[in-house]
Nanobody, 122 residues
Framework: QVQLVESGGGLVQAGGSLRLSCAASGSIFIIYTMGWYRQAPGKQRELVASITRGGITNYADSVKGRFTISRDNAKNTMYLQMNSLKPEDTAVYYC????????????????WGQGTQVTVSS
């Protein structure tokens, strides 16, 4: 099995910064694309940012220029640096990873973390 554990959420004032981390462990051969998603109350889960194993990134328009996604392949860890936070960034943030579990099974499996709360006060 594969586990994803997020950390780094919390309460911050508007304009502040937070850094989220997502650590993957378990039956992992290769982690392909990783991503951060968020879900605010009453809204659908949305993609915030994603990063391929090679480092190609993609951002939602609402966070471009404020958030930076990165990863450390050696540590199976992904990060999200969030600057200039706004109240509308308030949500539960989830990490997602596309995982190949063994060298003989080429199937890719999608895993989710349990989420970490980010609250931005105005």
């Amino acid at each position: 099995q594969v586990q994803l554990v997020e950390s780094g959420g919390g309460l911050v004032q508007a304009g502040g910064s937070l850094r989220l981390s997502c650590a993957a462990s378990g039956s992992i051969f290769i982690i392909y694309t990783m991503g951060w998603y968020r879900q605010a109350p009453g809204k659908q889960r949305e993609l915030v940012a994603s990063i391929t194993r090679g480092g190609i990134t993609n951002y939602a328009d609402s966070v471009k220029g404020r958030f930076t996604i990165s990863r450390d392949n050696a540590k199976n860890t992904m990060y999200l640096q969030m600057n200039s936070l706004k109240p509308e960034d308030t949500a539960v943030y989830y990490c997602n990873a596309e995982v190949r579990k063994t060298n003989w099974d080429t199937a890719r499996y999608s895993y989710w973390g349990q989420g970490t709360q980010v609250t931005v006060s105005s």
